[in-house]
Nanobody, 128 residues
Framework: QVQLVESGGGSVQAGGSLRLSCAASGYTDSRTLVGWFRQVPGKEREGVAALATGSGSIYYADSVKGRFTIAQGNAENTVYLQMNSLKPEDTAAYYC?????????????????????WGQGTQVTVSS
């Protein structure tokens, strides 16, 4: 069973930075799509960034382009989300997600239904 564990959330002032980590275990193929999503109570989960660990293809939501960076760590099972120039509207619970298969549709890389496994989430709070 694939398990995902997020860490690195916290509280920061606007303009600050945080780095989220997602550590995976229990998978059989390292080549897949790993994504970061966020959710505010009462709203749908929003895809923020995704990384295809086999090809290196990267996808970002328009709202975070130029501020967030997704990258694979030195450890094969870890993916990071570096968040810079944080804004109050970035406040949300952030979730790591992983697809069970190598193949994916690039146009759907930031869609919730593309992913099969989810972490428990980590809270990010940005104050003004």
């Amino acid at each position: 069973q694939v398990q995902l564990v997020e860490s690195g959330g916290g509280s920061v002032q606007a303009g600050g930075s945080l780095r989220l980590s997602c550590a995976a275990s229990g998978y059989t193929d390292s080549r897949t799509l790993v994504g970061w999503f966020r959710q505010v109570p009462g709203k749908e989960r929003e895809g923020v960034a995704a990384l295809a660990t086999g090809s290196g293809s990267i996808y970002y939501a328009d709202s975070v382009k130029g501020r967030f960076t997704i990258a694979q760590g030195n450890a094969e099972n870890t993916v990071y989300l570096q968040m810079n120039s944080l804004k109050p509207e970035d406040t949300a619970a952030y979730y790591c997600a992983r697809r069970s298969r190598v193949y994916y549709v690039p146009a759907r890389a930031l869609e919730e239904k593309t992913f099969d496994y989810w972490g428990q989430g980590t809270q990010v709070t940005v104050s003004s």
